[in-house]
């Protein structure tokens, strides 16, 4: 309800439920309703405003779903049964899919890795406009962990199909985003 139903109230309160709950299954998919485009009709202008209202404070009501508080215990959001999970993940240099290698994946899967890190850089640029903090992953959280995600994808893109084939998903999957583009155009590519 809160990604697809056509009544923007609707998803307004699927908002405000996963808040009251605090689901933190939820998060992106809170942060997706975040990158909503504006509108020219003032009416559904204001309810795509509500809704992105409802979100930003279900994200605050959940906190992050993976952090670990210093002192070793969890913090707002997180569950008590979970915290060594959490932590060992908020300790991973990147996304925890890349570490075990990328030779594994799909080219479905690192596109799918890259589209998370592209929801980061974004939620990252809402969250500098509305003075809070990022609500991110914590292999997302530093500039170089982001940058070395993306490398490591583009790499192992441009392995398996060469240049060719990650321009092809640049254009044709991510958009020609600037950042990821940035970031594999300083990558030393394989000659085929």
């Known amino acids: 309800m809160l990604q697809g139903d056509p009544d923007c109230t609707v998803r307004t309160a699927a908002a405000h439920a996963f808040g009251q709950i605090k689901d933190k299954r939820a998060i992106w998919a809170l942060v997706n309703t975040l990158k909503l485009r504006d509108e020219p009709d003032p009416e559904f202008q204001r309810q795509i405003e509500e809704l992105r209202n409802a979100a930003q404070l279900a994200m605050r009501r ?13 913090v707002a959001g997180a569950t008590e049964e979970t915290p060594e999970v959490e932590g060992e993940v908020s300790e991973l240099p990147m996304h925890p899919r890349l570490i075990s290698g990328v030779a594994a994946l799909s080219e479905a899967d690192l596109i799918a890795i890259v589209k998370e890190l592209i929801s980061a850089s974004e939620e990252i640029s809402w969250a500098k406009l509305e003075n809070r903090e990022p609500v991110l992953a914590p292999y997302f959280k530093h500039y170089e962990q982001r940058r ?9 893109l441009a392995r398996r199909g060469g240049p060719q084939l990650l321009q092809t998903i640049l254009e044709r999957d991510l958009n020609n985003h600037a950042a990821i583009q940035n970031w594999c155009s300083h990558l030393e590519l394989p000659s085929r």
């Open 62 to 74: 959940i906190g992050d779903p993976l952090a670990v508080a210093k002192a070793g215990g969890p």
């Open 148 to 156: 070395e995600t993306a490398e490591a994808a583009g790499r192992e």
